[in-house]
């Protein structure tokens, strides 16, 4: 009965640990979320400068791993993840970037729009997956 009772105790602290980790990972991806959001209106404002300096810093720098601890995550539930939708946030999310670039570059504004889209979409995509 002890050993019974051990292992309820352990399987319970585990399931708490697997929450904990979820809802770290939630927290740091919706905080991926916000940096996008700023750096949408800083270009909509015509700061491309600032919107990409912001893109690259705080939460965003860590993104990629954000994504891959969520695909550890959900390995079981969704062991398709890592690539389908942790793919396309990160593919899209290079593309927000790289039209930001493109702006700086070439004076092309035409690009950040849909890109930005994409990548709160996809970004929105992953979040809503990891809250299932």
Do not use: H
Not at 54 to 67: E, N
């Amino acid at each position: 009965a002890l050993a019974a009772g051990n292992d309820a105790i352990l399987q319970a602290l585990k399931q708490q640990q697997s929450i904990q980790v979820r809802e770290s990972a939630l927290s740091r991806l919706e905080g991926s979320a916000r940096i996008l959001q700023n750096s949408q209106s800083l270009a909509a404002a015509g700061d491309f400068p600032k919107a990409r300096g912001v893109l690259r810093g705080g939460a965003m720098k860590s993104f990629r791993s954000d994504i891959t601890e969520a695909a550890d995550i959900l390995a079981i539930d969704r062991p398709a993840f890592a690539t389908t939708e942790g793919r396309a946030a990160v593919q899209a999310l290079q593309e927000y970037d790289n039209a930001l670039r493109k702006v700086k570059q070439e004076g092309d504004e035409s690009e950040w729009p849909d890109a930005g889209r994409a990548a709160s979409a996809t970004l929105f995509t992953c979040i809503q997956v990891l809250q299932e």
